[in-house]
């Protein structure tokens, strides 16, 4: 009944590879500043179809939940290093699998596509102007962005004028 | 909610007030070393980069792409200064609600392996 070490790698293998993308949460941080993160929840896990976007982690801002369903049609995963998750909605129904096995051979619809490359530039434009990144914040983009097409959105008149509306509009919220 | 940005400017601040993180002192004024908010806390002046890495608190939800296999664990690119650990034990594995406790085996880690094996068969990579 010994487990070699190659039977033992070749087993956890077949769970993550390098390259797979995984949210976690942070269960402890070590004397030397690494952390040792945990799936142990049904929410967290290996990530399959979806779009990853790196901006700084000082932009995220600290919420109670990170994992968004955006009423534009989309999931959003908010890691606090920066790291953000869009993918399709998530059914909040569909669990039991412990978030492991991927779902790579579902064909994602082209309107639902387009939702999440919308978000992807509305997110790195917002990141680009320095601004806080959060459910609100990226709702209202995305709203704002609905008047350009999805590639204008990659241009600098663009990014700046949607992050002075989206600006705008939060402002106003909150006064209110 | 925009952060101000400030470049490295000099500081006109003397001697009197402390000096924080993120910057230094030069002819007698402190002087921002990295670009960021600043700080001021009755008279400690730091800044808060706005480039930097992701330092972890406990809690916190990471999205992170795993870099290494090794044995009893995984090793995740957090944008962190270290790559961050996610240990076998940490995981939970499909089945895991199902455990038939009929499964036993001489130690606990042992008998969880073997669920481990029997389960793996259903999974399609």
Redesign the interface.
């Known amino acids: 009944?010994r487990?070699r070490?190659t039977e033992?790698?070749q087993?956890?293998?077949?769970?993550?590879?390098?390259?797979?993308?995984?949210?976690?949460?942070?269960?402890?941080?070590y004397t030397?500043?690494?952390?040792?993160?945990?799936?142990?929840?049904?929410k967290?896990?290996k990530?399959s179809q979806g779009v990853?976007v790196?901006v700084?982690?000082?932009l995220i801002?600290r919420c109670k939940t990170?994992?968004h369903n955006l009423a534009c049609g989309a999931s959003v995963?908010?890691?606090?290093?920066?790291?953000?998750?869009i993918s399709p909605t998530i059914n909040t129904d569909v669990e039991?699998?412990?978030?492991?096995?991927q779902n790579l051979n579902e064909p994602v619809p082209r309107s639902d596509r387009e939702v999440i490359v919308r978000l992807r530039n509305c997110i790195l434009a917002l990141a680009q102007?320095?601004?806080?990144l959060y459910d609100t914040?990226i709702q209202y983009a995305y709203d704002e962005s609905l008047k350009y097409e999805i590639d204008e959105l990659l241009k600098q008149e663009a990014i700046f004028d949607l992050?002075f509306l989206t600006?705008h509009r939060?402002r106003i919220q909150d006064e209110q | 909610?925009?952060?101000i940005?400030k470049i490295p400017l000099k500081n006109l601040f003397q001697i009197p007030f402390a000096r924080g993180h993120g910057t230094y002192v030069n002819d007698n004024e402190i002087k921002a070393s990295v670009a960021g908010v600043m700080e001021k806390v009755n008279k400690l002046i730091s800044i808060?980069?706005?480039?930097?890495?992701?330092?972890?608190?406990?809690?916190?939800?990471?999205?992170?792409?795993?870099?290494?296999?090794?044995?009893?664990r995984?090793k995740?690119n957090?944008?962190?200064?270290?790559?961050?650990?996610?240990?076998?034990a940490?995981?939970?594995?499909?089945?895991?609600?199902n455990l038939n406790i009929g499964i036993f085996?001489?130690t606990k880690t042992?008998s969880q392996?073997t669920i481990?094996?029997t389960n793996?068969s259903h999974?399609n990579?």
Not at chain 2, 61 to 71: K, M, S
Request: glycine share 10%.
């Open positions: 009944m487990r070490n033992d790698e087993m956890m293998r077949k769970f993550l590879q390098e390259g797979d993308l995984i949210s976690a949460e942070v269960q402890n941080v030397d500043g690494s952390l040792s993160l945990h799936t142990r929840s049904l967290y896990g990530l990853l790196k700084f982690p000082s801002k990170h994992f995963i908010l890691g606090n290093n920066g790291f953000i998750w039991g699998s412990g978030g492991f096995t102007c320095k601004m806080a914040s992050a600006q939060l | 909610m925009s952060f940005r808060r980069p706005l480039k930097n890495r992701y330092v972890g608190e406990i809690g916190d939800v990471v999205v992170g792409r795993i870099t290494d296999v090794q044995q009893k995984w995740v957090t944008n962190s200064r270290l790559d961050s650990i996610l240990f076998l940490a995981v939970n594995l499909p089945g895991g609600k085996s001489v042992q392996f481990f094996i793996f999974l990579r």
